[in-house]
């Protein structure tokens, strides 16, 4: 008779331990999962929730990786603001910035600095002549450098880097 008893209390038992044990290995999942994001958070300087209100800001910060996506996303807004506030004017900015894009056949560049160089006031002939432009350099640079120009030859005819009197010469014999 006891060993029915002992045996109906185990029985009963066994599941109440089975569901403590269960929600102790809840609770340390939970606990490990908190201790991942602390960590995480502590090498990237943001939480889960941070991070997702910091991809919700721009479309262009999922981009970068967590841990430089704050730093990457201010030095992209201060490169910007050469477009509108640098030396040289928004729409001839971003003339060059089409040129660039072309010279290097990035095809999100060049929707986006067409898209902008047009809203800075850029005719649809100013971007032709921009990626011309692009296109001009990079052939003569082809030539240039297939036919081994040289840079000391360049810079005879250009007149670069010669002293005063070799000018003075040249000059003369012109």
């Given at each position: 008779m006891m060993n029915k008893f002992a045996i109906a209390a185990l029985a009963f038992l066994l599941p109440l331990t089975a569901t403590a044990g269960k929600a102790d290995r809840k609770a340390k999942a939970a606990k490990a999962a908190a201790a991942a994001e602390a960590a995480e958070a502590e090498q990237t300087g943001m939480?889960?929730?941070e991070y997702a209100a910091f991809v919700a800001a721009s479309p262009f910060n999922a981009m970068y990786?967590?841990?430089?996506?704050?730093?990457?996303?201010?030095?992209?807004?201060?490169?910007?603001?050469?477009?509108?506030?640098?030396?040289?004017?928004?729409?001839?900015?971003?003339?060059?910035?089409?040129?660039?894009?072309a010279a290097i056949r990035c095809e999100y560049c060049i929707t986006a600095q067409v898209h902008l160089a047009k809203k800075a006031g850029a005719s649809d002939d100013e971007v032709k002549t921009a990626i011309q432009i692009a296109a001009e350099i990079a052939r003569f640079s082809i030539l240039l450098y297939g036919n081994e120009f040289g840079q000391d030859r360049l810079r005879t005819i250009l007149k670069i880097d010669q002293p005063a009197d070799a000018e003075a010469a040249t000059e003369a014999t012109e």
């Open positions: 939480t889960d929730e990786p967590r841990q430089v996506g704050p730093a990457a996303a201010e030095y992209f807004g201060e490169f910007n603001k050469m477009f509108v506030d640098g030396a040289i004017p928004s729409k001839e900015a971003r003339l060059a910035a089409i040129a660039a894009s």
